[in-house]
């Protein structure tokens, strides 16, 4: 039997407790949709830096002889770790915006929760959204591979 959207799309706010133990308790966390995600990698990447690649080709009738690439990357790490904390931020918002929790997580009480609670509840989130590193690991296997 084939799915309609409405059937696929049915239930993409459904949320569960998970316990945290560096809270002591439970909190109601949904799964993040794709787009949420996409939302996530924009905030982290937003000030990863930059990288620029200049290539020079020397050709002889058409076919490649010589070729010579330069790269350069500037990267500003304590713009890129505020940033990956703002996601983290967003992303347990947007998990925690569901009708299990009694009152809406606002940013601002987020970033007075401790450091390992917010990595926790991250964790968490990855996991139950299917965007942990176990994926990164195998994309980089994979792009190893076909070097």
Not at 4 to 20: A, C, K, P, T, W
Not at 32 to 51: A, F, M, V
Not at 85 to 92: C, L, Q
């Amino acid at each position: 039997m084939v799915l309609s959207i409405s059937e696929i799309l049915n239930g993409r706010d459904d949320f569960q407790e998970y316990h945290v133990k560096s809270l002591g308790g439970e909190i109601c966390l949904r799964p993040l949709t794709s787009g949420e995600w996409d939302r996530i990698d924009e905030i982290k990447q937003k000030d990863l830096g930059d990288y620029t690649i200049n290539e020079k080709t020397f050709t002889k009738k058409k076919r490649r002889v010589k070729g010579e690439m330069e790269s350069r990357a500037k990267f500003n790490i304590n713009a890129s770790s505020k940033a990956t904390k703002k996601a983290m931020y967003e992303a347990i918002r947007l998990s925690t915006a569901n009708e299990g929790n009694p009152e809406k997580w606002s940013l601002d009480q987020i970033k007075r929760l401790h450091k390992n609670e917010v990595l926790e509840i991250y964790e968490i989130i990855e996991e139950i959204s299917g965007a942990n590193d176990e994926d990164l690991e195998d994309e980089i296997e994979d792009f190893l591979e076909n070097e």
